[in-house]
């Protein structure tokens, strides 16, 4: 008797390829630069989101796509900072994929925006498989989580455009070591910015700002 693999997991990549295209293709027209921020939970993303579109703001048209499995919450702390947001519910998926954020796009004014910044859900292995159409890959780590993490989790910080450090101002009462974790990201992502910043105080910012326009100003000369 013959038996029959059918792969699942590759049928379902193949049409969440096709759905990021698609996402892909509407960034393009509308000229947005697309931004996936990734960690695990409790690093800062969303406290990251309040401060870099409370200052990016002042320059750029901002807004802010949110995932989390329930509640509004970071949406509405994100919506605080005067920004375009809308909350994506994933229920038990443990990360976004391209259907979702195709969803969430009909609620926001992509036309009115040039950078949309897509905060996955709080998880540093799931969302790594998934295309959502971005331009840029952003990973967060807080040095309350440990300098082993880009070993532990090779894969989401491979495909790493930039790696940040938040809560440098714990620095004084944890134990990491912030230079082995620069000589682990250069064994994951040798190529990917290192920005060190607090959230809290926003000591280290500035660097993360100026990245941020200079990747838009790329864009926009791309467009021209």
């Not at 990549?13 to 990734?38: M, P, S, Y």
């Not at 295309?131 to 309350?144: F, P, Y």
């Not at 620095?171 to 230079?179: A, M, Q």
Request: hydrophobic share 40%; with cysteine; aromatic share 6%.
């Amino acid at each position: 008797m013959s038996t029959k693999v059918i792969t699942i997991d590759t049928q379902i990549l193949k049409k969440n390829d096709i759905t990021a295209n698609e996402n892909r293709e509407l960034f393009k027209q509308h000229r947005v630069l697309a931004i996936n921020v990734l960690s695990s939970p409790g690093s800062g993303k969303t406290t990251l989101m309040v401060r870099t579109c409370g200052t990016l703001k002042e320059k750029l048209r901002v807004a802010v796509s949110v995932g989390d499995l329930q509640t509004e919450a970071d949406a509405l702390r994100i919506a605080g900072a005067g920004v375009p947001v809308v909350q994506i519910n994933t229920g038990t998926a443990c990360h976004l994929d391209a259907h979702m954020v195709q969803l969430s796009l009909k609620a926001l004014p992509l036309a009115a925006t040039d950078i949309l910044f897509i905060e996955n859900v709080g998880n540093l292995v799931c969302p790594a498989n998934f295309d959502i159409g971005e331009h840029l890959k952003v990973v967060l780590l807080s040095v309350a989580e440990g300098e082993e993490k880009p070993l532990k989790y090779p894969p989401i910080f491979q495909h790493a455009d930039c790696v940040c450090i938040n809560k440098t101002d714990l620095l004084p009462y944890v134990d990491f070591n912030v230079n082995q974790c620069r000589e682990n990201l250069k064994r994951i992502c040798p190529n990917a910015p290192v920005f060190e910043f607090s959230c809290k105080n926003g000591e280290g910012l500035s660097a993360w700002h100026d990245w941020l326009l200079d990747k838009w100003a790329a864009l926009a000369g791309e467009a021209c």
